[in-house]
């Protein structure tokens, strides 16, 4: 089994910057990709980045694309998503995620985090 724990969401001003953190935990060694996916009120959850377990950059959602930033810390078993230029439209919660397949659904999930951008 594999435990994963998002921190550092947080109340912040459109513009302003946020840093995620998904700290991971148990059989991390079988973990291939981990992903960080958020749901706003009233609409489906939806992916918006994933890194491979050795850093790997493997997707970003257009619409965060030059604004957020997957990265990894491997002696830290932690995932970061850095979130700069912030807008309204980012509010949700924020998941992180892990799979130890290449493809197809992640197995493991954290309990979320609340984003929350002000106009």
Do not use: H
């Amino acid at each position: 089994q594999v435990q994963l724990v998002e921190s550092g969401g947080g109340l912040v001003q459109a513009g302003g910057s946020l840093r995620l953190s998904c700290a991971a935990s148990g059989r991390t060694f079988n973990i291939y990709r981990m992903a960080w996916f958020r749901q706003a009120p009233g609409k489906e959850r939806e992916l918006a980045g994933a890194i491979t377990w050795s850093g790997g950059i493997l997707y970003y959602k257009d619409s965060v694309k030059g604004r957020f930033t997957i990265s990894r810390d491997n002696a830290k078993n932690t995932m970061y998503l850095q979130m700069n230029s912030l807008k309204p439209e980012d509010t949700a919660v924020y998941y992180c995620a892990a799979s130890v397949g290449r493809v197809g659904a992640y197995e493991y999930w954290g309990q979320g985090t609340q984003v929350t951008v002000s106009p």
